[in-house]
């Protein structure tokens, strides 16, 4: 089993800042690929800013130039620092994970989602 762990949410005023952070354990040995995704209300599941063991990264093109995604390797954690905040950045913010779990078998794993309010 691999667990992801949310944290970081809350409310922020618009135009300030928050910083999640996502920590995964259990039975890992390789993370592959980290990713920041957000639903709003009545929305769809959208891709915020996902990264690579290589730390390649992309971002939605609604969140460029605000928000920076970041990864410690060795110990499983992936970052999103948002700045400059916008009312419509409100949602339910999950994290993903996907790698080898063990020699022959890979995982997908999701957080429970930490809630991000934005207020105008």
């Known amino acids: 089993q691999v667990q992801l762990v949310e944290s970081g949410g809350g409310l922020v005023q618009a135009g300030g800042s928050l910083n999640l952070s996502c920590i995964a354990s259990g039975s890992i040995i390789r993370i592959d690929f980290m990713g920041w995704y957000r639903q709003a209300p009545g929305n769809q599941r959208e891709t915020v800013a996902t990264?690579?063991?290589?730390?390649?990264?992309t971002y939605a093109d609604s969140v460029k130039g605000r928000f920076t995604i970041s990864r410690v390797n060795d110990k499983n954690i992936v970052y999103l620092q948002m700045n400059s905040l916008k009312t419509e950045d409100t949602a339910v913010y999950y994290c993903n994970a996907r790698g080898l779990r063990t020699i022959n078998s890979r995982f997908n794993a999701w957080g429970q989602g930490t809630r991000v309010t934005v207020s105008s």
């Open positions: 990264i690579t063991s290589g730390t390649t990264t």
